[in-house]
T-cell receptor, first 108, second 116 residues
Framework: SQQGEEDPQALSIQEGENATMNCSYKTSINNLQWYRQNSGRGLVHLILIRSNEREKHSGRLRVTLDTSKKSSSLLITASRAADTASYFCATDAGGYIFGTGTRLKVLA | NAGVMQNPRHLVRRRGQEARLRCSPM?????VYWYRQLPEEGLKFMVY????????ESGMPKERFSAEFPKEGPSILRIQQVVRGDSAAYFC??????????????FGQGTRLTVV
């Protein structure tokens, strides 16, 4: 089974709203990463958070990590139509292990 | 510095033929990962390779699939005697390090395999 599981599977919001996606994983990690995939394209790395970090920011992105709960969240603030994509978390268990993704749709 | 290069971008094979997918990692990267993605689904890990070594092939089907990353040249994912169920997008990624200081993976644009 997949190491990471994102929640929700799909999310539809209005432009300007915030989008929150969650990721749960199973084993201990050194770091957790979030990626974005536009339809039919390769994944693009967004942000990496190490196991000794609790929160990290990058532009409109905010990532939290709770290693005791084995979970992470990705918050996109002031969303834009261009944020429409699938978002995946990945853990560094050997090969990067990806979850099933959250499909985000931002309506203009 | 070119990114991860995959070719071909699209590959059509008849059932029973062989498919060979190539991946050239980013310059300086010695770790390569292959993933399979079905439409509307996540990426399924297949295999993790370093130069001349398979590190983790726990996601590879036991039959018909093989992967290599030779000392010289690209990494190759080979699928023998393809079946319709092999139709998917196959992504390759590379990274420069492993372990405590593992960094992000860089992805190619994928090879879309269609088996007819």
């Amino acid at each position: 089974s997949q190491q990471g599981e994102e929640d929700p599977q799909a999310l539809s919001i209005q432009e300007g709203e915030n989008a929150t996606m969650n990721c749960s994983y199973k084993t201990s990690i050194n770091n957790l990463q979030w990626y974005r995939q536009n339809s039919g394209r390769g994944l693009v790395h967004l942000i990496l958070i190490r196991s000794n970090e609790r929160e990290k920011h990058s532009g409109r992105l905010r990532v939290t990590l709770d290693t005791s709960k084995k979970s992470s969240s990705l918050l996109i603030t002031a969303s834009r139509a261009a944020d429409t994509a699938s978002y995946f978390c990945a853990t560094d268990a050997g090969g990067y292990i990806f979850g099933t993704g959250t499909r985000l749709k931002v309506l203009a | 510095n070119a990114g991860v290069m995959q070719n071909p971008r699209h590959l059509v094979r008849r059932r029973g033929q062989e498919a060979r997918l190539r991946c050239s990692p980013m310059k300086g990267h010695s770790h390569v990962y292959w993933y399979r993605q079905l439409p509307e689904e996540g990426l399924k890990f297949m295999v993790y390779l370093q130069k001349e070594n398979i590190i983790d092939e726990s996601g590879m089907p036991k039959e018909r699939f093989s992967a290599e990353f030779p000392k010289e040249g690209p990494s190759i994912l080979r699928i023998q005697q393809v079946v319709r169920g092999d139709s998917a997008a196959y992504f390759c990624a590379s990274s420069p390090s492993y372990g405590e200081l593992k960094t992000e993976a860089f992805f190619g644009q994928g090879t879309r395999l269609t088996v007819v």
